[in-house]
């Protein structure tokens, strides 16, 4: 039986009453949405159905259809272990990067990866080095295990300072770089970034660069590139992605490193075995399988983004040019305080992320969506 992608959501208690209900959402990356908390807080004050989710810059359209046909297919395979082996959907990605299958590893949800990378390249002795804000799990990792951390500030226009961030990497053990940047969707040219990497590799003859791109297929900017050619000629640089934004399978958790063999084997060797279940890995392949509906995918965010921008651009406010599926938005006033009261109508809208509290990440959802949340903005910012 044939199923659209939003009714098998709901067959999988997606976006209802199974969801909202549940003590601990399953946020996509950790914690995307906030503090399990603070999920179900926001959860309680908002009714089962009818929501409009814009705090976790997932897809809202849920996986391409060629994934909800291969995981019917295959459902029964749910009965098994998972193949240990995980050559075909490592192949798969590889064949999509242009890479052999030994650049690639494979993580639970693009977030084991990071944390990975915080245990096999930091130590008491060699620092982490993020922005601020951007995403926390590195620092976040680190912390909880005892190490230190350096979060250089983004700039006054609110990007990532590549120079400090250079002058803070000598006798660090790992450099994360998050392109484009969450929260505020800001993308570095692939110039800058070639360029900054090269400066952290001159600095420091150890220190190992990650640059996590969980948004690379949202961006449209002609100036930006993927990181991962330098791999090739550069086993101190390694990239992150997702299938957790535009392929639309957060809740299947599955994510990939992109390096040299050397580099990933020190991470892999710290993996948890057989965490890749096994229709996750029939779905990543599957979702590999489409290219035409990845474009309609990034037409109808770029289409979205516009008319968000947009409508808060009209309205006096600013909003930081994105790259990403979600927008920033400098609200002049209280971050915290407007996604209570969006919640209160039914609009979820993203944490808050200090020190930029009085700005608001929202995910963007579907056209109709965005067209309904804006009358909720304009109702809660008068």
């Known amino acids: 039986m044939s199923q659209d992608r939003r009714s098998f ?46 705090d976790s810059n997932e897809n809202p359209n849920g996986p391409v259809p060629a994934v909800i046909r291969e995981v019917q297919k295959n459902f029964r395979a749910a009965a098994l272990y998972p ?54 799990s590195p620092a976040q990792y680190a912390r909880v295990l005892g190490l230190p951390v350096r979060e250089i500030p983004l700039d006054s226009e609110l990007r990532i300072d590549l120079a400090a961030m250079a002058r803070e990497s000598r006798g660090a053990g790992l450099v994360f770089l998050c392109n484009p940047n969450n929260p505020t969707g800001h993308v570095h040219s692939a110039a800058a970034v070639k360029g900054f990497i090269e400066e952290v590799l001159r600095t420091d003859p150890e220190v190992v660069v990650l640059v996590d791109e969980a948004y690379h ?15 090739a000629n550069t086993p101190r640089v390694f990239v992150s992605r997702t299938f957790s934004k535009i392929y639309g399978i957060a809740g299947m958790r599955l ?21 890749i279940g096994g229709l996750t890995q029939v779905a990543g392949i599957a979702a590999l399988s489409e290219p035409a509906q990845l474009a309609k995918e990034q037409r109808d ?40 009261a969006c ?10 992320f200090p020190p930029l509290t009085t700005h608001s990440r929202i995910s963007i959802g579907t056209m109709d969506e965005m067209q309904r949340a804006v009358q909720v903005f304009k109702q809660v910012l008068g």
């Open 9 to 54: 959501l709901r067959t999988l208690g997606v976006g209802g009453a199974g969801v909202l209900s549940m003590p601990a959402w399953i946020n996509a990356r950790g914690l995307e949405a906030g503090t399990h908390a603070e999920a179900s807080a926001v959860a309680a004050t908002a009714r089962a159905n009818g929501v409009i989710k814009l």
């Open 83 to 136: 193949a240990r082996s995980e050559q075909p959907v490592r192949d798969a990605i590889a064949k999509a990067n242009a890479l052999a299958s030994d650049q690639v590893m494979l993580g639970c949800g693009s977030g084991e990866v990071l944390r990975l990378a915080v245990q096999a390249f930091c130590s008491p002795s060699k620092h982490l080095v993020s922005a601020l804000p951007s995403f926390e």
């Open 217 to 231: 297929e949202f961006v449209d900017d002609p100036a930006y590139a993927s990181a991962a050619p330098m791999i």
């Open 255 to 275: 994510g990939y490193a992109l390096g040299a063999p050397a580099t990933l084997t020190k991470m892999e060797r710290l993996r948890l075995p057989n965490g």
């Open 301 to 340: 965010n770029r289409a979205a983004r516009a008319f968000t921008t947009k409508w808060f651009t009209d309205a006096g406010y600013t909003v930081v040019p994105s790259q990403a599926n979600f927008v920033l938005v400098q609200l002049k006033r209280d971050a915290g305080a407007f996604r209570d």
């Open 343 to 352: 919640a209160k109508h039914d609009v979820l809208v993203g944490r808050v």
